[in-house]
Nanobody, 123 residues
Framework: QVQLVESGGGLVQAGDSLRLSCAAS????????MGWFRQAPGKEREFVAA????????CYADSVNGRFTIARDNAKNTVYLQMNSLKPEDTAVYYC????????????????WGQGTQVTVSS
């Protein structure tokens, strides 16, 4: 059974940084894509970033490109999302997810999801 457990969310001020973690278990993730999505109240769940586990090739949403960095640690089976220069519009629940496809940006192409971690950025 695949399990994804997010941590690292919290309340910060605009301009601050946070690092989210996603501990993954239940299968070998080499050959899979790991992704981060977010969902703000009343809005659709949207793509943030993704990484191919084996090659470390990444892609980002335009809204976070240059501010957020996705990375993975093979030894710890963990994916990270480093978020810098946070803005109030980054406020959302952030979800970790996995897909067998190559760097998809649609939520419908991901199969397993974590429970989410809340990020709140005050102005």
């Amino acid at each position: 059974q695949v399990q994804l457990v997010e941590s690292g969310g919290g309340l910060v001020q605009a301009g601050d940084s946070l690092r989210l973690s996603c501990a993954a278990s239940g299968r070998t993730f080499s050959g899979y894509t790991m992704g981060w999505f977010r969902q703000a109240p009343g809005k659709e769940r949207e793509f943030v970033a993704a990484i191919r586990w084996s090659s470390s090739i990444t892609c980002y949403a335009d809204s976070v490109n240059g501010r957020f960095t996705i990375a993975r640690d093979n030894a710890k089976n963990t994916v990270y999302l480093q978020m810098n220069s946070l803005k109030p519009e980054d406020t959302a629940v952030y979800y970790c997810t996995t897909s067998s496809r190559t760097l998809p940006t649609s939520k419908y192409e991901y199969d397993y999801w974590g429970q989410g971690t809340q990020v709140t950025v005050s102005s």
